[in-house]
């Protein structure tokens, strides 16, 4: 199954297609972007590195004999706050396409059940009740469990169709059994 496959069987639209990082990382922002949590993440982040620039700014201000070491230690731990932040989705997704990368090419079968994903070594199903919600973009459908705490996603790359036509077979299935977020 080398080449990107779609049809409609009796068993429901098929998409065959290899992990590739940039889907893996994408349908990772995606998940983080329908979170409670990453919005608060990030912008206490940018909130830590800002108060830490205050007290450097503050350190080297001082009448007496400015604090360099402390300006440079709040600078640093500033710029670290925000990078670790930052990296979360890089890392995120790294390490999730690390795992799917080892299973090799996917195969994902899509109809009004849910739908069921197949590699190497797993079948897994998932109705559509695990995944009333999905957001479309440029490269991907992924879907989204109801939680907004993080906790589940799938993603159906449209390079899996092998015809333009597909995606909006594919769409359609998804309006009818989840909504667009």
């Not at 070491?69 to 997704?93: C, F, H, I, K, S």
């Not at 996917?106 to 919600?133: C, H, N």
Request: proline share 6%; glycine share 8%.
């Amino acid at each position: 199954m080398n080449e990107a496959t779609q049809h409609t069987t009796r068993d429901g639209l098929e998409l065959v297609y290899p992990p590739v990082l940039a889907d893996v990382s994408e349908a990772v922002r995606v998940r983080l972007r329908a979170t409670r949590w990453w919005p608060v993440l990030r912008w206490a982040a940018r909130g830590a590195c800002a108060l830490a620039f205050g007290v450097a700014a503050l350190a080297l201000s001082v009448p007496r004999e400015p604090e360099t070491g402390t300006a440079v230690e709040m600078t640093l731990l500033g710029l670290v706050a925000v990078a670790a932040a930052e990296l979360v989705p890089w890392g995120t997704a790294r390490s999730l396409f690390l795992a799917i990368r080892s299973q090799g090419e996917a195969k994902a079968v899509v109809d009004e059940d849910g739908g069921r994903w197949i590699t190497r070594d797993t079948d897994v199903v998932i109705r559509w009740a695990m995944l009333p919600q999905y957001v479309e973009t440029p490269r991907l459908f992924v879907l989204l469990t109801a939680r907004r705490t993080g906790t589940g996603f799938a993603y159906l790359p449209k390079s899996g169709l092998a015809d333009p036509a597909g995606i909006d077979r594919l769409r359609a299935v998804l309006d009818r059994n989840s909504a667009r977020v």
